[in-house]
Every structure is written in C-alpha cells, then in structure tokens.
C-alpha cells in the first residue's frame, strides 16, 4: 500500500482558529489529513501558525470551529524546539520523569534506552542547562520518544545540529514505522524523507495539501502559480478588449446594441474565471548592520575551556585578538563548549550573577575594560577573555534568551536603539516583516521564525561593534 493510501490516523475537518479575539486568523474553514506510517512535512512562512497546528494537534490549543479527529488509541509526542525555561534546572531524570503523568519506576532503564536511540551519553544527575544546544536538541527527541507515541511531532529538529547528528537524524527518521509530521525550513533535510507536504497558505489562511516529495510538491506549487497567472492575464486582456468594443457599440443602434449586450455577459464570465493565485512567501529585503568606527582591539581570548567525550573540562590556552572587519566561525562538534564560550563572552553564563557583580563594579569606573574570569580557577587575576571598552556587542542566542519575553515588541526594539526616531523603529520593523500589530504582542507571543527576525532588526538599530 504506497503511502497516500494508507488509513487515515489525523483529520482537521472544517476548522478554524485565530488569536486576538479574530484578529489574527491563523485557519479558516480548513480540511486536511494525516495517514497512518507516513512523513509529513508542514511548510508555510514565519507566523502562518505551523506550530498552533502542533498545539491544536497535542490539545494545548482548542479550534474555534470545526473538529479534530484522531483515530482511537493513537498517542502523540511532541519535540519542540527548546526546553522551557523552568525546566533548565532539572537534573535529566527530572526532565524525563515530566514526560509521566504517573510515577514510573523503570524510569532509568527508559531513559538509558531511549539516550542509546538518539547517540547521547550523560550523567543522569547532570543538570539540562549545562548542555550545549545541540546537545539539548537531542534531548528534546528522546523526551518524545521515550512515551512511545504513533504520532511524533518534531518542531525544526535539525536547529543546533552537527552535520553529525542531523545525519543521524535522517536514519532514525527513515527507518521510524510510525507516522511523523515535521516542521521545519531545511529543504535538502526534509527531501530525503518525505511523503508530502501540508503548505499553510498565510493568505487564505487554508492548509493545502500535496503528495511527493518535497521538491517535487515547491516545484508544483510553483508551476501553479505560474499557470493561475498565465491564466488570469488572457481573461484580463479579454476583458479589456470586450470593454473597449462594448463603449464603442453602446453608442450604435440595433443590432450593435444587442451586441454589446452579449459582450456584457461574456465580461462577466471572464470575470468569474480569474482565479486567486497563491501569493509567494513574503521574505526580508537584502540588508545590512551598520557599523560604527571603532579603533583598537575588540575582544582578547587567552584561554578556553572545552568539554571532552567523558564529560570532562579541559583547559586550553588561545592567544586570540579580534579587531573590526575580522570574522571568526567557531566549529565542533555539539557539547564541546562552543556556546559556553560565547555566553561567557555576553555574561550570561550559569555564574552569570557573581560574574554581573563584577562588571557592576566596573561600570562605575568608566576607564576599565569589561573583563569575565574564570570563576573556579585557582589564580583568579587570570582573565579567559575581554570585551574591550565601549564595544557594543549585538547577540544573537539559540534560545533567545537575550530577549525579555514579557516584553512588548516595539519596546524590545526601542531599547537597543540609542538614536532611532519612532519613524526609524517602524521602518525596520517593516523590513523584517513585523508589522504594526505585531510591535504592541509581547516577544513570547511570536513564533520562533519571528524572534529570528525580531533578534537581527535589533542589530541593525543597534549598529554593533561586535556581533556574536
């Protein structure tokens, strides 16, 4: 049985949802289906509500109209793209034991199992908030795993992957007899396995669905479109020309006038067959971060720490100055430090508070460079790394934790920016496709496609010396 014939396992029948009392529709009136064993991949542009469509599948969120069917007995998982927040601190058996309703006592053998699945080896009592994204990414599939479910949901998977993993990642996904339904904007990823594409056209606000995979389904929506268009500019220039016969045959008598008559009607009728044609995604315009003139060093590195294969801490020395217009790429594989170096670097490590005490005190003394020091180490007057004075530094995280989610989106803007008119924060709001109504929603409130957007308009008000 090929895969678009087998028994349906998940039907949105006439459903419609929207946020904001109606004024954000994110379904109207909408059909599709789910069969059972097959991979699905959901597309649509940032904010079109890939991920209400996970949360109205879960039952986090209830449709406003219209029903969802799931066959009996069918269980569902979800892997989202980060961990909440007030989970960070938990050891990884307290994160596990989240996914139990009930106490369930062969908890660890679960655990060491489901950790085997995904290729990941830690200690149990480890807390979350000290593994690398990556790391994290991976943690997140095994917490869906680990309930067995007939439906897995994965939310953008392959986001702070190693090209390691995300190759694993595809083998456990070809090889998964279960149906999956993936959101996610890796074309070349979602190519090598899927059996169709569920498109949430952000116009319309309906989910059109398509058999094949997955560039086959971007290159038919494309040849559609295409079509519609060819399609509509031969009934426009029919009704163009059919006007301009009707004006010159109304002002004759007789027969003239019985033809301009009929000409009405076929004006009509070419009227009723243009057609919607599916507006492409929006996308960002080309742009820049401006740069400010800064003279001298940006950042010294001295030393870094990196995390080994038994989970230990090794000590290694790197005589590194950064100046303006110099790019670095920091690569490795997941849960080698990385990260952790960076978010030394923006002082929010997990010593973040003691570190923040210090860069207090120096604040008051306008002349001395940000430093962050080793907060173990046993000769404490020895610096891993400096920001140098007066850097502004632009920061862009995998968990957004650089942002205040209960902030407001314009405010989130209007902070950064030290000289911009509210003409200038609407303007670059506009650029990166946040719109008028979007500025007064909090920053909690978007997708995770629109912190991105929202993280780089901050750059380019902000103009950063440094960006990381």
Same mark, same amino acid.
């Given at each position: 049985m090929s895969s678009n014939q087998n028994p349906i396992i998940l039907r949105f029948d006439d459903v419609s949802f929207a946020y904001n009392d109606g004024k954000h529709p994110i379904l109207i009136e909408s059909d599709f289906s789910i069969r059972q064993n097959t991979k699905i991949t959901i597309m649509g542009q940032n904010g079109s509500g890939k991920t209400t469509i996970f949360k109205m599948i879960t039952g986090e969120l209830t449709p406003q109209k219209g029903k969802i069917?799931?066959? =009996?007995?069918?269980?569902? @998982?979800?892997?989202?793209?980060? %961990?909440? #927040?007030?989970?960070?601190?938990?050891?990884i058996k307290e994160f596990f034991e989240t996914a139990f309703s009930e106490k369930d006592y062969q908890i660890d053998r679960k655990i060491t199992e489901v950790l085997e699945v995904v290729n990941f080896n830690a200690p149990m009592n480890k807390p979350i908030k000290e593994f690398s994204g990556g790391q994290q990414a991976r943690l997140l599939l095994a917490y869906a795993l680990i309930q067995h479910p007939d439906i897995l949901l994965l939310d953008e998977p392959t986001n702070n992957l190693d090209e390691t993993w995300i190759g694993d990642l595809i083998t456990f996904l070809?090889?998964?007899?279960?149906?999956?339904v993936v959101i996610s904007h890796d074309a070349d990823f979602l190519n090598l396995f899927t059996d169709g594409v569920l498109y949430l056209n952000k116009g319309t606000c309906k989910v059109e669905q398509y058999w094949w995979?997955?560039?086959?389904?971007?290159? =038919?929506?494309?040849?559609? %479109?295409?079509?519609?268009?060819? =399609?509509?500019? #031969?009934? !426009?220039?029919?009704?163009?020309?059919?006007k301009e016969k009707i004006n010159f045959f109304s002002n004759k008598w007789g027969k003239m006038r019985k033809l301009a008559s009929k000409m009405r009607d076929e004006v009509e009728e070419a009227e009723e067959n243009i057609v919607e044609v599916r507006?492409?995604?929006k996308t960002i315009t080309a742009f820049t971060i401006p740069f400010e003139n800064y003279v001298g060093p940006i950042v010294s590195i001295n030393k870094v720490w990196l995390m080994n294969a038994s989970h230990e801490v090794v000590n290694y020395k790197l005589p590194l100055v950064i100046k303006k217009h110099e790019r670095y790429m920091f690569i490795g594989p997941n849960g080698i430090g990385k990260s952790t170096l960076?978010?030394?670097?923006?002082? $929010?490590?997990?010593?973040?508070?003691?570190?923040?005490?210090?860069?207090? @005190? $120096?604040?008051?003394?306008?002349?001395?460079? $940000? %430093?962050?020091? !080793?907060?173990?180490?046993?000769?404490? !007057?020895?610096?891993?790394?400096?920001?140098?004075?007066?850097?502004?530094?632009?920061?862009?995280?995998?968990?957004?934790? @650089?942002?205040?989610?209960?902030?407001?989106?314009?405010?989130?803007?209007? !902070?950064?920016?030290?000289?911009?008119?509210?003409?200038?924060?609407?303007?670059? @709001?506009? =650029?990166?496709?946040?719109?008028?109504?979007?500025?007064?929603?909090?920053?909690?409130?978007?997708?995770?496609?629109?912190k991105w957007l929202l993280c780089y308009a901050r750059f380019v008000l902000q103009k950063p010396h440094l960006l990381i």
């Open positions: 069917n799931i066959v =009996q007995w069918n269980t569902i @998982a979800v892997a989202r793209q980060v %961990i909440p #927040r007030d989970q960070l601190d938990f050891s070809l090889s998964y007899d279960k149906t999956v995979d997955y560039y086959d389904v971007v290159e =038919q929506i494309a040849a559609q %479109i295409e079509k519609d268009q060819m =399609q509509n500019a #031969r009934a !426009e220039k029919k009704i163009a020309d059919a507006k492409d995604d960076l978010k030394r670097l923006m002082m $929010i490590h997990q010593h973040k508070e003691n570190i923040m005490k210090e860069y207090k @005190a $120096i604040l008051e003394d306008k002349t001395k460079d $940000i %430093i962050i020091q !080793e907060p173990d180490t046993t000769h404490p !007057e020895e610096n891993i790394a400096m920001i140098h004075n007066k850097v502004k530094v632009g920061y862009y995280s995998q968990d957004f934790d @650089a942002l205040d989610m209960n902030k407001n989106v314009r405010d989130t803007l209007e !902070e950064i920016a030290e000289e911009a008119s509210d003409q200038d924060i609407y303007r670059v @709001a506009a =650029q990166f496709l946040l719109t008028k109504n979007l500025l007064q929603n909090t920053v909690g409130s978007l997708s995770e496609g629109q």
